[in-house]
């Protein structure tokens, strides 16, 4: 729910922004957007304890916006075309996660 209502707001202030009636958002912010929606994600996912969902997809968020910051601003020498082997490594890194993080019992499943 509340990664929804970020969204919400975030296409709100696009919208204003294109019709020059709001306030003026940079498009380098943007990776700021993803990094947000994985903190709340996150957040959602480790309130409720019954909650069958990884932090994974939160922490994919998030690496993806850190990804786009180190690129809009050119940080260590990366741009986007210098800086996409940190996305195979992110996904490489994800998939290594989910091997090593325990299977889930399912609420359905009936043990026979």
Request: charged share 20%; hydrophobic share 50%.
């Amino acid at each position: 729910m509340v990664a929804g209502l970020i969204l919400i707001i975030v296409g709100l202030s696009l919208l204003l922004d294109r019709l020059d009636m709001g306030l003026r958002l940079s498009e380098h912010f943007w990776p700021l957007i993803l990094i947000v929606m994985g903190m709340a994600r996150l957040a959602d996912s480790g309130r409720n304890p019954d909650c069958r969902r990884s932090p994974l997809g939160g922490l994919w968020f998030i690496y993806i916006g850190l990804w786009g910051l180190i690129s809009e601003y050119r940080l260590f020498g990366l741009d986007y075309r210098t800086s996409w082997p940190l996305l195979v490594i992110g996904a490489g890194a994800g998939i290594v996660w989910r091997a090593l993080e325990s299977p889930r019992p399912q609420a359905n499943r009936q043990e026979q």
